[in-house]
């Protein structure tokens, strides 16, 4: 297999993974606009509750798969493949002993379903649908490892393809199971069948990549090494442990503290959110596999330098989205889903700086994932855990749905906000971590004033909701993006960047030319 550079396949994945996604998320949306449209809101209630539920029981998934992952960077950069099948098959009894966990532990929930919904809604077959919801949870465990020994060879692009196209397959299947019958277990059967098709598909394709997965291997990995990684893995579960309170907990705490409807309003917005998040991730994701590869082989100073850049373009990225996302989302919901959905303005503002907030983290977490940083803010994740938790649960007594979101950003802002950078600095880069913040001071002022700027030129037009939202896309395209541009210009990060991508245009030029 012809081997491609880092730069070579950190474009193609990111490439991809930017089309791929963006297909999948309008159909989704697509989806999620002909449900709310033919099912009833306490549908759309306790799907986002039964997803967080399952999400918060997938507990062990992300320690395992980060840290195997982070292992395999090492074996391929040696074309060591004894190794490398040594460490899938740890892989593959990691991920049925988690299939199994989530299993049991969604069983035992049954008889509490009652108690997580403050008001429950009128909806049939109630436990069969739960079920179905942890049905498709258990299977997507099954075969799935593989994919990581893609992604862990730069091949990124490979599993979005297939990830995405059979969404894109499960939610044409949905559309017409719901203009057809509207019924909403079949839609579920649906979701589990395109799970296992989609996990069998990319299990094939693994095999034909790397025909030695199909090989006996009896070896095991010496004690030292297991015990690194299955040390990896307990940091891991923390940071998961840590990452799921934070960020799958709302839809509970909304459905417990306020109400099911409301948990149903607050996931159209996580689906938009979120898909814009996916978008933004799955780019910067593309490049997570090359930072590993360049962890093993390069010194602190380059990786340093290239951390800049990634840092620089999560916060355009990220600070361009979330200014789109507080102008345009009321009036998007509004359009796509009825008044009956809309949030107040000020909870749409807490939402997106929460949105900005994480997403000038994800440089950071990629370098410290990717270079294999999981042990040392272990306790970090459950110091925010705790502080979610318990501010989220004082404030939605007292604040109402809003509360929910202040106790996320409260908990983000006192711990990962300081915590990642510091020890990306003191255990890869060996620098003081002062440069940094200053760094994030500047920009995190520059893009509010950006963002106060962009909001008082919306504020001049306001008419009927389409020409809003065409008027309002127009001015969060031009503004932001040029006052970022005049204010960072003579930046090495910014003239890097834009070099990168006119070599990029002029190779995609260059290709459609022949």
């Known amino acids: 297999m012809k081997q491609k550079s880092r730069t070579e396949y950190s474009v193609m994945n990111t490439s991809v993974a930017f089309v791929a996604q963006i297909s999948a998320i309008l159909m989704g949306f697509f989806t999620r606009v002909v449900f709310t449209r033919t099912l009833s809101e306490g549908y759309v209630g306790i799907n986002g509750l039964f997803t967080d539920i399952l999400n918060i029981l997938s507990l062990s998934e992300l320690g395992v798969g980060t840290a195997i992952t982070y292992a395999l960077y090492g074996p391929i950069a040696r074309n060591d493949i004894k190794k490398q099948q040594i460490l899938m098959r ?26 997580l919904m403050k008001d429950r809604p009128d909806v049939d077959h109630l436990v069969v649908i739960y079920l179905l919801y942890l049905l498709n949870s258990v299977v997507s465990y099954l075969l799935i490892y593989k994919k990581t020994l893609v992604d862990a060879h730069q091949m990124n692009y490979i599993t979005v393809l297939y990830h995405n196209g059979f969404l894109v397959l499960q939610d044409i299947c949905q559309i017409i199971i719901l203009f057809t019958t509207r019924n909403f277990v079949l839609f579920l059967i649906v979701a589990v069948v395109c799970t296992i098709t989609g996990n069998v598909c990319m299990s094939r394709k693994a095999d ?26 307990k940091a891991m579960l923390m940071h998961k442990l840590g990452n799921v309170i934070v960020n799958n907990t709302d839809n509970l705490l909304i459905s417990s503290f306020v109400g099911v409807i409301s948990a149903g309003i607050y996931s159209n917005y996580y689906l938009v959110i979120g898909s814009i998040r996916q978008i933004l991730e799955q780019a910067l994701q593309g490049v997570a596999a090359s930072v590993g590869n360049l962890g093993v082989t390069e010194e602190s100073e380059k990786i340093n330098k290239i951390f800049d850049q990634l840092f620089f373009i999560g916060y355009w990225m990220y600070g361009f989205a979330g200014i789109c996302l507080f102008e345009m989302l009321n009036p998007f919901v509004e359009l796509a889903f009825g008044k009956q959905y809309l949030f107040q303005r000020e909870i749409v503002l807490v939402l997106c700086v929460n949105f900005f907030i994480n997403g000038m983290r994800r440089a950071v977490l990629i370098f410290k994932e990717s270079m294999g940083l999981f042990w040392y803010d272990r306790y970090k994740a459950i110091a925010e855990a705790i502080l979610n938790l318990g501010i989220s649960i004082v404030l939605v007594m007292h604040l109402g749905v809003v509360g929910v979101f202040v106790g996320t950003f409260c908990s ?19 620098k003081p971590v002062a440069t940094f913040f200053r760094k994030y001071t500047i920009y995190l ?70």
């Open 90 to 115: 740890m892989f593959r009894t990691f991920y049925r002993i988690t299939a199994g966990f989530v299993l049991i532990a969604g069983m035992c929930l049954i008889p509490f379903l009652d108690v």
């Open 208 to 233: 034909v990549l790397f025909p030695y997965l199909k090989e006996s291997c009896h070896e095991k990995l010496p004690p030292e090494e297991r015990q690194d990684i299955l040390k990896n893995v």
């Open 412 to 430: 983000t802002v006192f711990t990962s906000v300081w915590v990642e950078p510091y020890i990306l600095y003191k255990h890869r880069f060996h």
């Open 445 to 514: 002022s520059t893009m509010t004033v950006i963002w106060i700027i962009t909001e008082e030129c919306c504020k001049i037009i306001n008419a009927g909701i389409l020409f809003n939202l065409f008027y309002r896309l127009v001015v969060c395209l031009v503004v932001p993006n040029i006052l970022i541009y005049i204010f960072y210009r003579k930046t090495e990060e910014c003239r890097e960047i834009l070099i990168l991508i006119k070599k990029v245009i002029r190779k995609i030029a260059g290709k459609m030319r022949k």
